[in-house]
Antibody, heavy 118, light 112 residues
Framework: EVQLVESGGALVQPGGSLRLSCEAS????????MDWVRQGPGKGLVWVSR????????SYADSVKGRFTISRDSTKNTLYLQMNSLRADDTAIYYC???????????WGQGTMVTVSS | EIVLTQTPLSLSVTPGQSASISCKSS???????????LHWYFQKPGQSPQLLIY???KRFSGVPDRFSGSGSGTDFTLDISRVEAEEVGVYYC?????????FGGGTKVEIK
């Protein structure tokens, strides 16, 4: 079964760092545009970041620009989100998603919870 | 940033009846290639979202034909005929034409 499995979520203090991972199964991650989407507690969906097929183009929501970095390791078939200078409003479930084209997210991971609190 | 406004915020439906959700965009979602990039997602309680409809009206793999999408430009609708109890959850529209990608605020569907 094609799937995405996220990991790395944790409780972290404000100002801290965390790296999320998303391992792809039964497909080659580098053949697709990949994104991160987050959902705060009881809130809606918010797009966070994306990386293109070649890994040369990345984009970020303004709220995370300069603090988060998306990357990919083709040898491990894994997507990453490095999150620095974390703030309380970064608290959310983070989903890794596969783009089928034109930003229609066809595969979603189960999500990993990030809590930023002292 | 493109703002998507969904109405209603919540909907209570009797099983077997129909439901309709509106999504209005602050800008046209028609791209230069003639395609319109408006998608719909469904999130069951406690689960990850799933793609229902892409490019306004194309049903994703495995989605029953009781789900249909329509609309153009800035006004879009998701219709669900004969709502079933398992379709309780939150429905989101999303635009794929411009970064940052944005989602509507969601419509919560409950069963009476």
């Amino acid at each position: 079964e094609v799937q995405l499995v996220e990991s790395g979520g944790a409780l972290v203090q404000p100002g801290g760092s965390l790296r999320l991972s998303c391992e792809a199964s039964r497909f080659t991650l580098s053949n697709f545009w990949m994104d991160w989407v987050r959902q705060g507690p009881g809130k809606g969906l918010v797009w966070v970041s994306r990386i293109d097929i070649d890994g040369n183009f990345t984009s970020y929501a303004d709220s995370v620009k300069g603090r988060f970095t998306i990357s990919r390791d083709s040898t491990k078939n894994t997507l990453y989100l490095q999150m620095n200078s974390l703030r309380a409003d970064d608290t959310a479930i983070y989903y890794c998603v596969r783009d089928r084209g034109w930003n229609a997210f066809e595969i979603w991971g189960q999500g990993t919870m990030v809590t930023v609190s002292s | 940033e493109i703002v998507l406004t969904q109405t209603p915020l919540s909907l209570s439906v009797t099983p077997g009846q129909s439901a309709s959700i509106s999504c209005k965009s602050s800008q046209s979602l028609l791209y230069y290639n003639g395609n319109t990039y408006l998608h719909w997602y469904f999130q069951k309680p406690g689960q990850s979202p799933q793609l229902l409809i892409y490019e306004v009206s194309k049903r994703f793999s495995g989605v029953p034909d009781r789900f249909s999408g329509s609309g153009s430009g800035t006004d879009f609708t998701l219709d669900i005929s004969r709502v079933e109890a398992e379709e309780v959850g939150v429905y989101y529209c999303a635009q794929g034409i411009q970064l940052p990608l944005t989602f509507g605020g969601g419509t919560k569907v409950e069963i009476k």
